[in-house]
């Protein structure tokens, strides 16, 4: 159980374009999903927390036009990268907890590149 | 100062070593602390997580938590080329699922034959 799943694995965008990132909790129902990005070396930094039925919570220095949530449902979050340039390119990976006795479980993320 | 402090390494350790871990938090009232493994291009894996003070066990890896020092840490036994990794350390303020984590910055593990 507990199992976060991430579409699409990796995805490949021209400049200017729009990318949206599936994140779904297969086994269970998450109010709330994390997104993170990852850069080459560096450690997971929070973008926002995206709560089902509600506006997502944006950490500093994140654009919420630029980086639009959606959690329409208890199982389906996504993240959508409007207008993408290449510093956009990244790792981008969702979260959500499942409730003890699990931790917080990962999807397998999207590696995302702008040319 | 950084929330969750890790040296970054690499840790260097033989095959069949123990490997030792640490990772230091500046916010007292942090409520648990999780450790995760991340393999290059892949996302963390969770390992085990850890709420109170003292030792967590489960197969060869083992979390101690001191909240009086703010200092948690992950025991790897019998070390595998396997292991080479990156260790992620993260904590958690709140309780409940919808809290977030804030993640050190990891130390890479190296097991060498």
């Known amino acids: 159980g507990a199992v976060v799943s991430q579409h699409p694995s990796w995805v490949i965008c021209k400049s200017g374009t729009s990318v949206k990132i599936e994140c779904r909790s297969l086994?269970?129902?998450?109010?709330?999903m994390f997104w993170y990005r990852q850069f080459p070396k560096q450690s997971l930094m929070l973008m926002a927390t995206?709560?089902?039925?509600?506006?997502?919570?944006?950490e500093q220095g994140v654009e919420k036009d630029k980086f639009l949530i959606n959690h329409a449902s208890l199982t389906l979050s996504t993240l959508t990268v409007t207008s993408a340039h290449p510093e956009d390119s990244s790792f981008y990976i969702c979260?959500?907890?499942?409730?003890?006795?699990?931790?917080?479980?990962f999807g397998s993320g999207t590696r995302l590149t702008v040319v | 100062q950084k929330e969750v402090e890790q040296n970054s390494g690499p840790l260097s350790v033989p095959e069949g070593a123990i490997a030792s871990l640490n990772c230091t938090y500046s916010d007292r009232g942090s409520q648990s602390f999780f450790w995760y493994r991340q393999y290059s291009g892949k996302s963390p894996e969770l390992i085990m997580f850890i709420y109170s003070n003292g030792d967590k066990e489960d197969g060869r890896f083992t979390a101690q938590l001191n909240k009086a020092s703010q200092y948690v840490s992950l025991l790897i036994r019998d070390s595998q080329p396997s292991d080479s990794a990156t260790y992620l350390c993260a904590v958690r303020k709140d309780t409940g699922t919808a809290s977030k984590l804030t993640f050190g910055t990891g130390t890479r593990l190296q097991v060498t034959l």
């Open positions: 979260s959500a907890h499942p409730g003890f006795p699990y931790g917080y479980t």
């Open positions: 995206s709560n089902e039925g509600s506006k997502a919570t944006y």
């Open positions: 086994d269970f129902q998450a109010t709330t």
